[in-house]
């Protein structure tokens, strides 16, 4: 007998996460000017703890649009790629790695979500400057 989750709770489970994080993210704050407040503010911090490192990379990655085409496509992989990927692969072949995987995602993207409802903030790329 097999530990692995039955796909059907499996898909039930992911999906309903899936909606429960579209409600949050419709639900969130849409004041823009609170969030580039919020964002300048961890900014801010990031730099007085000497902990400014995306500024630098950034700064590099922009340097040769070829290497910002690269980095886009890399970070869209990634996000919607490689992760439902990894999941798929995991629950197939190590359901008991898959169970910690999905588990620490939705874990993962719960806090990310709290913090998204309790401290809105604007992406570092879309701040002026």
Same mark, same amino acid.
């Given at each position: +007998?097999?530990?692995?989750?039955?796909?059907?709770?499996?898909?039930?489970?992911?999906?309903?996460? =899936? #909606? $429960? *994080?579209? $409600?949050?993210?419709?639900?969130?704050?849409?004041?823009?000017?609170?969030?580039?407040?919020? #964002?300048?503010?961890?900014?801010?911090?990031?730099?007085?703890?000497?902990?400014?490192?995306?500024?630098?990379?950034?700064?590099?990655?922009?340097?040769?649009?070829?290497?910002?085409? +690269?980095?886009?496509?890399?970070?869209?992989? =990634?996000?919607?790629?490689?992760?439902? =990927?990894?999941?798929?692969?995991? *629950? &197939?072949?190590?359901?008991?790695?898959? &169970?910690?995987? &999905?588990?620490?995602?939705?874990?993962?993207?719960?806090?990310?979500?709290?913090? *998204?409802?309790?401290?809105?903030?604007?992406?570092?790329?879309?701040?002026?400057?």
């Amino acid at each position: +007998m097999s530990n692995r989750p039955t796909r059907f709770r499996e898909v039930v489970l992911l999906l309903s996460f =899936l #909606a $429960l *994080y579209s $409600l949050v993210r419709q639900v969130a704050d849409d004041d823009v000017a609170r969030a580039v407040r919020h #964002a300048r503010t961890i900014l801010a911090v990031e730099r007085d703890l000497g902990m400014d490192l995306e500024a630098g990379l950034n700064a590099r990655l922009t340097e040769t649009w070829w290497v910002q085409v +690269m980095a886009s496509y890399w970070y869209s992989a =990634l996000h919607y790629v490689v992760t439902p =990927l990894v999941l798929a692969l995991s *629950y &197939r072949h190590r359901p008991a790695e898959y &169970r910690r995987a &999905r588990t620490a995602l939705v874990l993962a993207t719960t806090a990310a979500l709290i913090g *998204y409802l309790g401290f809105p903030t604007a992406p570092p790329r879309l701040l002026p400057g």
